[in-house]
């Protein structure tokens, strides 16, 4: 099933085309990592498949009115700030908001994104006064409590320690495989070779390679579009990808 189709989408600053003429589907059951060097046009790139940047082409998703779109995606902004002394629960329970359930369905709702976090002891706490990466967790949290078909999540595990960065990814990859589509912008290539099934990659608002991690991040794309030379192998578990230098001018 198809979640999100984009056709040539452009999302301009200005006259300057940031998202320059974009095209894929997401379907259910994937997990897709969004990468490219800082100013590539990743976020605007969701922020426009959402509607909520003014763009060109079309978007499946921005097409829908507010209140099934809300209901069918969910998003997770790259500005995070906790402006007010909430508790951790009522915080997630805020992704609620879109669906018309009884209030058992919420707190069931509530306590999966928790779990599924790690974050079910810290429940009652206030969110302004737990750490920066915490405060991370808990606002992904608020987004899988939303439960919808498709999350969009830019840069969702900055600022999270490794053994976060990885729960998190593993969160990511058991709701694709759930039959949830994700699409996530990262700029940790060894997370998003090894836990993302496919690798959209951008360069200068352009899509400039879609497909498994394997074929995205070869030796000729990572020179040209990052300027880096790494180590790319499959072991006995999983993918392995190490950056170890910058390409030199020549």
């Known amino acids: 099933m198809t979640l999100l189709t984009l056709t040539d989408l452009t999302v301009r600053r200005g006259d300057c085309p940031v998202v320059d003429g974009v095209s894929f589907t997401l379907g259910a059951g994937e ?22 940047l003014p763009h060109e082409g079309h978007s499946s998703v921005a097409e829908l009115p507010p209140g099934p779109r ?8 790259q500005a995070r700030e906790i402006a007010w002394p909430m508790q951790v629960a009522d915080l997630v329970r805020l992704g609620r ?11 069931d709702a509530v306590d999966r994104a928790l ?9 009652p706490r206030l969110a302004t ?5 915490e405060q991370a967790r808990v606002l992904i949290a608020r987004a899988l409590a939303q439960e919808t078909p498709l999350i969009l999540a830019d840069e969702p595990v900055a600022g999270l320690d490794p053994a976060a960065q990885i729960a ?3 969160v990511f990859a058991d709701l694709a495989g759930e039959g949830h589509a994700v699409l996530a912008s990262l700029h940790d290539l060894g997370l998003a070779a090894r836990h993302c099934t496919r690798l ?10 879609d497909g498994p991690p394997s074929e995205v991040l ?10 880096i030379t790494a180590h790319f192998q499959t072991g006995p578990e999983g993918p392995i990808f190490q950056p170890l230098d910058r390409v030199r001018p020549q």
């Open 129 to 133: 006064q737990l750490s920066g990466g």
């Open 31 to 52: 997990f897709v990592g969004l990468i490219g060097p800082n100013g590539a046009g990743k976020t605007s790139l969701l922020r426009g498949a959402l509607g909520l």
């Open 97 to 107: 908001h879109p669906h018309d359930a009884r209030a058992k369905a919420d707190a």
């Open 70 to 77: 809300s209901r069918h995606v969910a998003f997770l902004p």
């Open 200 to 209: 959209l990659l951008m360069d200068r608002g352009r899509l400039v390679a």
């Open 115 to 123: 779990r599924r976090m790690g974050l079910a002891d810290y429940a």
């Open 218 to 227: 070869t030796p000729q794309n990572l020179r040209d579009v990052f300027g």
């Open 168 to 170: 998190a990814a593993r």
